[in-house]
Structures are given as structure tokens and as C-alpha cells.
């Protein structure tokens, strides 16, 4: 069975680009997760849909940061403008369902922001 | 407010030896902790996971345990190989509540041959 695939691997770009992340989970699991991992943290949830739906976006920086699932599979993050504190680690995380199946993690997209 | 901490950045444990990571906790309302391994350049990888029903869960040389009184859960690896030395991070959620982790900040073990 197929693991996440995250893409791309590594971006870097100026602050004040913008930039775009692409996701497609495990075949068949319903819900999707998208974490940010500064350098010496971990991972800290952004957001997470159920289908094509937003269960919850509360740590979204909803400004310059935005993302969707339209048909219930692939999903993007995108940023826009990046700033400094964006450069982390994007991750991409799966699962069955929301209530009780454990999180399975793609390989990450590694962001750095000049 | 960090909900979940790891308070040992590093560990460094000798192979064969019994490797200790340790985390805590803040919110009562969590009923589900996992550990996850995250190797360089890939995402993390589930390990193992406790629910709060329970305080002690097993899976080969890796052992969890809970204490809730103390809100505190800890990894035993025993033995301790080469091939564990990774990042190590503790995780905890509200199951009900839809199942987002809440991460602590990592416990890097390195075991030495």
C-alpha cells in the first residue's frame, strides 16, 4: 500500500512569494491533516478536513495561509506572501477516520524562506 | 502554553541498555497518547499508542506506560539498537473530539554499538 506522497521534496523562495504544497493521502482515508514543524519542535497541527470539509482550521494563519481538499483526495497548502518564520517543515498526515485511527505521516515538503 | 512537553532534548544510551523517554502532559482531557519516530528527511512514523483506559501497552522491545495521576507517560525500549537512534516525539489527543494531535518537542536518542 501506497504511503502520503508530499511534493515537492524542498522550496525555497523570497519572502513575500508565494508558494503552494500538494498532498494525496492513503487511498481511502477520509481524513486529512496538515502539520508545521519549526526546526527543534514538533509538529503543530494547522489544519484538518474530513472529506472534502474543514473540521478545524483554528491555528490557520488564515491571512496569508490557505488550503483545500476539493474533491475529497488530493490536497494543497498554499502561502502567500511567505514571511521569515514560515521556513519549517510542511507535513501531511492521513487516516481513516477522525475519531480514532492513528495518523500516518508523508515524507514532508522542507521550506526556507530568504 | 505547551500541553505536551519532553523536558530531555537528547539521550544517549548504550546498545543493549534500556532507553527511557519521557513526556508530560497538562490537559486532563486527553484520552489517547502516542509515540512517534521521525528519522532525517522523512516523516514521522507511529510507534506505539496507550489509551487512558490503561497504563501499560507492549509491542516487542517497545514498551508505554501511563501514569495520569501524574500526568506523565514514558517509551522503554529494551534492548536499545543502533537502528532506533532517531527523534523521538510524544503526542496526545481527544479522541471524541476529532483526533488532533497535540506533539510534544522531540527527544533525540542516539545509541551507541
Known amino acids: 500500500e501506497a504511503g502520503v506522497a508530499q511534493s515537492p521534496r524542498y522550496k525555497i523562495i523570497e519572502k513575500r512569494q508565494s508558494v503552494a504544497f500538494w498532498c494525496n493521502p492513503i487511498?481511502?482515508?477520509?481524513?486529512l491533516y496538515w502539520y508545521q514543524q519549526i526546526l527543534g519542535q514538533g509538529p503543530k497541527l494547522l489544519i484538518q478536513?474530513?472529506?472534502?470539509?474543514?473540521?478545524?482550521d483554528s491555528q490557520l494563519p488564515k491571512d496569508r495561509f490557505s488550503a483545500e481538499r476539493l474533491k475529497g483526495v488530493d490536497s494543497t497548502l498554499k502561502i502567500q506572501p511567505a514571511k521569515l518564520e514560515d521556513s519549517a517543515v510542511y507535513l501531511c498526515?492521513?487516516?481513516?477516520?477522525?475519531?480514532?485511527?492513528?495518523?500516518?505521516f508523508g515524507p514532508g515538503t522542507r521550506l526556507t524562506v530568504l | 502554553d505547551q500541553q505536551v512537553k519532553q523536558n530531555s532534548p537528547s539521550l544517549s544510551v548504550q546498545e543493549g541498555r534500556i532507553s527511557i523517554l519521557n513526556c508530560d502532559y497538562t490537559?486532563?482531557?486527553?484520552?489517547?497518547f502516542l509515540w512517534y519516530k521521525k528519522y532525517p528527511a522523512e516523516g514521522p512514523t507511529f510507534l506505539i499508542s496507550?489509551?487512558?483506559?490503561?497504563d501499560k501497552n507492549e509491542d516487542g522491545r517497545f514498551t508505554v506506560f501511563l501514569n495520569k495521576s501524574a500526568k506523565h507517560l514514558s517509551l522503554h525500549i529494551v534492548p536499545s539498537q543502533p537502528g532506533d537512534s532517531a527523534v523521538y516525539f510524544c503526542?496526545?489527543?481527544?479522541?471524541?473530539?476529532?483526533?488532533?494531535?497535540?506533539f510534544g518537542g522531540g527527544t533525540r536518542l542516539m545509541v551507541k554499538p
Open positions: 498526515a492521513s487516516s481513516i477516520d477522525r475519531l480514532t485511527d492513528t495518523q500516518y
Open positions: 487511498s481511502g482515508h477520509a481524513t
Open positions: 478536513f474530513q472529506n472534502n470539509g474543514v473540521v478545524d
Open positions: 490537559n486532563s482531557m486527553f484520552d489517547y
Open positions: 496507550i489509551s487512558s483506559i490503561k
Open positions: 503526542a496526545a489527543s481527544v479522541r471524541w473530539a476529532g483526533n488532533m494531535l497535540t
